[in-house]
């Protein structure tokens, strides 16, 4: 009595797990490589950094150097191609595809937008600029130029400004010459020197030849 009972359902389980793994077989897809090489709209130059992926599936990958690229895709998938400055582009994946390989040649298209004219105001409304205006607080140029040109800031720019090429000449001249003098030139005579003798004097009086 209880095998006639279980009967019944044990068929309907038998019955729905076939027609669940059935549904699965028929709902599994094949892997896809999916490669090519993707150019500019000339196709003279490979375009790198150009994003690959499948947006349902959030994979990806972006081109090379050489504008080459290669990833896994199911059948049936939508490959975005996207790059900033060039127009976006969908590749369909087959429903049905023999090979597991497929190779694409892209080219990608310059994407021109044009921008509206902007006018950037600092106010809301024209009054408040005008108001603003109005209430500036305007310096007299010439004010500003005489001061500029007075004498201790005239002064003041002199003691701080480099000596120019013609002044670092001289100074290397005079000091060659005055150089070549010392080597070359007569020895001056220190007992007639007024200068020396002043020093001389100084030391005297400071004790400076006292023996310790």
Do not use: C, H
Request: a neutral charge; hydrophobic letters at 40%.
């Amino acid at each position: 009595m209880k095998k006639s009972i279980l009967l019944p359902y044990l068929i309907l389980f038998i019955g729905f797990f076939f027609s669940t793994q059935l549904a699965q077989a028929q709902d599994e897809k094949k892997v896809i490589q999916l490669s090519g090489i993707i150019l500019n709209a000339d196709s003279t130059d490979a375009v790198a950094g150009v994003n690959v992926y499948v947006p349902q599936k959030g994979r990806g990958t972006s081109s090379g150097r050489f504008g080459y690229f290669s990833m896994p895709v199911l059948e049936g998938d939508s490959v975005v191609f996207s790059f900033i400055g060039l127009k976006k582009q969908t590749f369909k994946v087959p429903e049905k595809v023999d090979n597991d390989k497929i190779s694409l040649i892209l080219t990608m298209e310059v994407d021109e937008i044009a921008l509206a004219e902007i006018e950037v105001m600092p106010y809301p409304t024209e009054e408040e600029f005008k108001d603003a205006v109005l209430a500036m607080t305007v310096v007299d140029p010439m004010s500003i130029s005489r001061a500029n040109m007075s004498p201790e800031m005239l002064l003041r720019w002199a003691e701080s400004m480099p000596a120019s090429g013609n002044e670092n000449f001289r100074t290397f001249q005079q000091g060659m010459m005055l150089q070549n003098q010392d080597l070359y030139g007569p020895r001056p005579l220190r007992l007639l020197d007024p200068f020396a003798w002043s020093q001389f004097i100084r030391s005297i009086k400071r004790g400076d030849l006292k023996s310790k």
